[in-house]
């Protein structure tokens, strides 16, 4: 049996360029995961119904899962790690431990990167604006209430926390 193809690709993954190998169908969240070992990102649903595996693909939310790993090459790919760390939160990560808004925190990564991608472009979203920009993304603990007030918290104190804390 002939061996599927491959492909060479290299992604700017949290501000570093990385260079691996992938057959053509091969999505963003394979890649990401099994050979580049960003397991902060997510495989829930697989399929695009639920958001845990939210990236950031030119500061644009996408899914991974259902994103080609050659869609992106060339471009630049921010996950959770590349906005903040343990020892330096990003704003809205603290305002989601604040509001009580993780709970078994399978969700957050995704959550937390789709409401930076809002913040970005709307930096002061209405209520109805964080619900619209957070509806790709699904929590089965926290009841949403906790997530939108946290990232409302952030909304208000405006975009210099999240745009100037942006790594
Ligand atoms: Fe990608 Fe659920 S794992 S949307
Ligand atoms: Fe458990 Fe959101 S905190 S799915």
């Given at each position: 049996m002939r061996k599927a193809r491959t492909y060479p690709v290299r992604i700017k993954i949290n501000g570093q360029w990385r260079e691996t190998a992938v057959k053509a169908g091969e999505t963003l969240l394979h890649t990401l995961r099994?050979?580049?070992?960003?397991?902060?990102?997510k495989e829930g649903c697989?399929?695009?119904?639920?958001?845990?595996?939210t990236v950031l693909l030119d500061g644009k939310a996408v899914n991974a899962c259902l994103t080609l790993t050659l869609q992106a090459a060339g471009q630049e790919v921010t996950t959770l790690k590349g906005i903040g760390t343990p020892q330096k939160p990003h704003p809205l990560q603290e305002s989601f431990v604040k509001h009580g808004a993780?709970?078994?925190?399978?969700c957050t990564a995704g959550m937390i990167l789709a409401a930076k991608a809002l913040l970005d472009r709307t930096?002061?979203?209405?209520r109805e604006e964080i619900r619209e920009g957070i509806s790709g993304n699904l929590c089965r603990?926290?009841?949403?209430q906790k997530i939108i007030r946290a990232i409302e918290a952030i909304a208000v104190q405006g975009s210099r926390f999240h745009k100037n804390r942006s790594r």
């Open positions: 099994e050979k580049l070992g960003q397991t902060e990102v697989g399929k695009g119904d639920c958001g845990a595996c993780i709970q078994c925190g399978f930096p002061h979203p209405s603990c926290t009841g949403y």
